[in-house]
């Protein structure tokens, strides 16, 4: 069974910056990806930033050039680093990983879905 946990959510000051961590434990098989959503209050949940198993990227318009995703394979572990963080950027923050999974339109998505628990980031003005 599949389980990610994630890790690095907090409270900030806009402009700042958070490190959000997601690691991976479970046996699995085959092209994978895996993303970063969030949900606000009272929103939709939303794909922020996404990654294949070949390291092709994507990333909402909202967060290019101040969000930058990666993977570190032998630790299992995504990364996203958010630098000049905004208000707008509050959320719960999950972490996805889709196995058959591919990059679309609407962030990593696939076969076999599994989620995380989430993790808060808080940005204050």
């Known amino acids: 069974q599949i389980q990610l946990v994630e890790s690095g959510g907090g409270s900030v000051q806009s402009g700042g910056s958070l490190r959000l961590s997601c690691t991976v434990s479970?046996?699995?098989?085959?092209?994978?990806?895996m993303g970063w959503f969030r949900q606000a209050p009272g929103k939709e949940r939303e794909p922020v930033s996404s990654?294949?198993?070949?390291?092709?990227?994507t990333y909402a318009d909202s967060v290019k050039g101040r969000f930058t995703i990666s993977q570190d394979k032998d630790k299992n572990t995504v990364i996203l680093l958010m630098n000049n963080l905004k208000p707008e950027d509050t959320a719960m923050y999950y972490c996805?990983?889709?196995?058959?999974?591919?990059?679309?339109?609407?962030?990593?998505?696939?076969?076999?879905?599994?989620w995380g628990q989430g993790t808060q980031v808080t940005v204050s003005s």
């Open positions: 996805k990983r889709a196995d058959l999974g591919y990059l679309s339109n609407g962030g990593c998505q696939g076969r076999y879905n599994y």
């Open positions: 479970g046996s699995y098989y085959g092209t994978y990806c």
């Open positions: 990654i294949e198993d070949d390291g092709r990227t």
